[in-house]
C-alpha cells in the first residue's frame, strides 16, 4: 500500500487528495445511510405527569397522544409554544449516574428521533441531497438510501444505547436487502463525530462486513467557533441577526451539552504531538472583553462571566469533557473519505465591545468577529484533524482520503445548484462510494 498527494487546478477550482491505500473498483452498488447535522433530526417528545415550569405555567404536564413533534417547532406556533419549546429542549447532567450522562430538564419526560431510517425525519432539508442521489440510481423504496436521525442536543456518550442499537440494526437491514452488499456511511457536519463514535465502538469483524466507506462531509474534529458565538450572544454565523431572537438562539445553545462539546479544543496532555496542528493551544486566545481573556483552556470562567457558573454548567463542562470521541479520536478503522472546504472566511474568534454583564443574558451583540481559513463553519484545523489517522487507516489496511476543495462551503459538496467547486466534489465522492462494495 502507498500514501500520494495529488494537487490539481482546474480552472479556478483547487482540488486536493491525499490517500491512504486503495480500493479496488467494483460495479455494485452501495446502500446509502444519510446521517444529519446539527438541529436537522426531527425529534418527538413524551411527557407524563411531568412538572409545571414556574416560569411558563402553561405548558403541557402530559402529552396527547403519548408522542408529539419537540423539534423543529410546528409552523403556526405561538410565543407561548416558543416559551414551552425551548424549555422542552433543555437538558441537564444526570444527577443519579453518568449513564446516561445527560437526561431532560424536566422530569418523566421521553425524547426519541422521529422515524429512524426515514427521510421524514430531517423534514425538506435534505430533500436536494436525496433527490439527486435517487436521480444516480438509488432509492428510499428499496431500502438503497436511507437516514439516521439523532438527538443533537447530547454527545455521543449520552446516546450509545439507543442511537447506537438502531443504527446497527438499520445497517444490517440494509446489508441484507441488497444482496449482502457493506453500506455506505455519509454523515454531515456534526453528524460526523457521532458516527466516528458509533465506528469506535464496533469490532473489527463487524465493520469489515457490513461497512463499506464512511464519507465525513465537512467535518467537526476539533470542534469550531461558531457554537462559541451562539453560546455567548446568540448570533448565529450566516443568519441576519434581525430574522430571530438572539435570546431564544442563546438560551436553546446553553441548554444543549451538544454545545460546550463543539467548541475549540485544547491541546493538553492527553493527547499525541500529531495533534497539535489541528487543536487550539492552552493560550490560543478565542473570545475577548475590555476586561477578560478566553482561551480553549478557561471555559469555566467564561461561563463564570456570563453567569451561568452554576454547579449544573460547570458539571455539564466536566461530562463533556469525559466524552471520549473527539478527545482519544481513534481512527474510525473502515475505508475512510473526509470532505473539506477551504479558503471561505470562518470565525475563528471574537472580540465583545462590553464586558460580559451576568444580569442581562444575550445582550453583548454580535461582537468584532475575525476571520481565518475554513469553509464557513468549521475551521480548516479541525476538518483536517483526521489526517492524524494515516498509520493506524494503514495498520487496518483501509484508505483515507481527504478531498479538499477552494472555496467550497459548509456541507455543500452533496446538494445540488451549489456551484462547480460542489459538483466536482459530489461525483468525486460518488466514485469512492460506488467503488466501497467489497
Known amino acids: 500500500m502507498k500514501s500520494f498527494t495529488v494537487v490539481c487546478f482546474c480552472g479556478l477550482v483547487m482540488f486536493s487528495r491525499t490517500t491512504v491505500g486503495a480500493f479496488e473498483s467494483t460495479p455494485r452498488l452501495s446502500p446509502i445511510i444519510v446521517v444529519p447535522g446539527f438541529a436537522v433530526s426531527y425529534l418527538q417528545y413524551s411527557l407524563n405527569h411531568s412538572n409545571p415550569l414556574p416560569n411558563t405555567p402553561w405548558c403541557k404536564t402530559s402529552t396527547s397522544p403519548t408522542w408529539e413533534q419537540l423539534s423543529p417547532l410546528p409552523q403556526g406556533s405561538s410565543l407561548d409554544d416558543l416559551a414551552c419549546y425551548v424549555e422542552n429542549m433543555k437538558m441537564q447532567p444526570n444527577p443519579h449516574s453518568i449513564h446516561p450522562p445527560f437526561i431532560p430538564s424536566r422530569v418523566n419526560m421521553s425524547v426519541r ?168 493551544g492552552p493560550n490560543e486566545t478565542i473570545v475577548t472583553t475590555p476586561n477578560a481573556t478566553y482561551t480553549a483552556a478557561n471555559y469555566s470562567l467564561l461561563l463564570r462571566d456570563l453567569g451561568i457558573a452554576s454547579n449544573e454548567s460547570l458539571e455539564t463542562l466536566a461530562r463533556v469533557a469525559l466524552d471520549t470521541t473527539l478527545s482519544t479520536f481513534e481512527a474510525p478503522g473502515v475505508n475512510t473519505v473526509v470532505v473539506v472546504g477551504s479558503d471561505v472566511p470562518t470565525p475563528v474568534g471574537v472580540s465583545y465591545p462590553s464586558p460580559f454583564d451576568a444580569a442581562l443574558a444575550c445582550s453583548c451583540g454580535a461582537g468584532n468577529i475575525t476571520y481565518g481559513n475554513g469553509d464557513g463553519v468549521v475551521p480548516h484545523r479541525s476538518a483536517q484533524r483526521s489526517q492524524v489517522w494515516a498509520a493506524a487507516q494503514r495498520a487496518r489496511q483501509k484508505i483515507l482520503v481527504h478531498l479538499e476543495y477552494q472555496d467550497l462551503r459548509h456541507v455543500t459538496c452533496s446538494f445540488p445548484q451549489s456551484g462547480p467547486t460542489a459538483d466536482a466534489c459530489y461525483h468525486d465522492v460518488l466514485t469512492y462510494v460506488m467503488n466501497s462494495t467489497a
Do not use: H
Open 113 to 280: 428521533p422521529w422515524e429512524f431510517g426515514s427521510f421524514n425525519s430531517s423534514g425538506t432539508t435534505l430533500s436536494d441531497m436525496v433527490a439527486r442521489l435517487v436521480s444516480d440510481g438509488w432509492s428510499t423504496e428499496n431500502y438503497t438510501l436511507a437516514c439516521a436521525p439523532y438527538d443533537f442536543r447530547v454527545p455521543p456518550d449520552g446516546l450509545n444505547a439507543s442511537l447506537f442499537v438502531m443504527l446497527k440494526d438499520l445497517v444490517e437491514r440494509m446489508y441484507i436487502s441488497n444482496g449482502n452488499t457493506s453500506t455506505t456511511l455519509w454523515a454531515l457536519s456534526d453528524g460526523t463525530p457521532y458516527i466516528l463514535a458509533f465506528l469506535q465502538s464496533m469490532p473489527d469483524e463487524w465493520k469489515d462486513q457490513y461497512i463499506g466507506l464512511f464519507v465525513a462531509d465537512s467535518p467537526v474534529w476539533s470542534g469550531t467557533v461558531s457554537p462559541l458565538l451562539t453560546f455567548t450572544s446568540g448570533y448565529i454565523p450566516g443568519f441576519n441577526r434581525s430574522s430571530f431572537d438572539a435570546s431564544i438562539a442563546c438560551s436553546l445553545a446553553r441548554g444543549f451539552p451538544s454545545t460546550p462539546w463543539l467548541f475549540p479544543r485544547v491541546l493538553n496532555t492527553s493527547q499525541s504531538s500529531g495533534d497539535a496542528a489541528y487543536l487550539w
